[in-house]
């Protein structure tokens, strides 16, 4: 830069390098604009969540695939042809929401185990859990459920052998109904 008269001169390779700049800038959102036109994205099928659907998770050789929501009258044949994951099964039978689907294909035969998500994965899919099965582990992912709490919910269980009303776990302190929920 030169001071002349108390204006400030600006150099020609200077305005040069400012004009590139600006070009540059006003450039790059058209190029951002139609990228995106051309690109096209779609959605993972069963990835999205509605209120009656079944929640599934698949899990093929020891992989997990992913979790799935499906309708509820759809068939484990069905999912299987829609996700790509597997063969149809001989014994076709109906899906109900918790179930893990493993999927052993490596061998001729296709063998598919059925299990129960386990309940860290239903917590964090906002489904509920069996409170005569949860591990301290599983009562301590609960909001609201601390380490005391946990212990006394294991203890009564075991006491008592099993939960069978909702009045027996309220009897214990630290359990409000907003935990339930």
Do not use: W
Not at 76 to 97: A, C, D, I, R, W
Not at 117 to 122: E, F, L, M, T
Request: net charge positive.
């Amino acid at each position: 830069m030169i001071r002349k008269n108390n204006l400030i001169m600006i150099s020609e390779s200077k305005v040069k390098g400012l004009i590139v700049v600006s070009l540059m800038l006003a450039v790059i959102p058209f190029i951002i604009f139609f990228f995106h036109s051309f690109t096209e994205y779609k959605n993972p099928v069963f990835t999205n969540q509605c209120d009656d659907c079944l929640v599934l998770e698949i899990v093929q050789n020891d992989r997990k695939t992913g979790v799935y929501f499906v309708s509820p009258e759809m068939t484990v044949n069905q999912l299987l042809k829609s996700t790509g994951v597997g063969k149809p099964v001989k014994n076709n039978f109906p899906l109900k929401t918790g179930m893990k689907l493993m999927i052993d294909s490596v061998s001729e035969n296709q063998n598919i185990v059925v299990t129960e998500i386990p309940a860290a994965d239903r917590l964090s899919l906002g489904m509920p859990i069996d409170i005569n099965k949860a591990t301290e582990d599983d009562l301590l992912q609960i909001k609201g459920i601390g380490q005391a709490t946990s212990q006394r919910i294991l203890d009564l269980r075991k006491k008592i052998n099993r939960f069978h009303d909702i009045k027996q776990l309220m009897a214990i302190k630290g359990i409000r109904h907003g935990n339930l929920v």
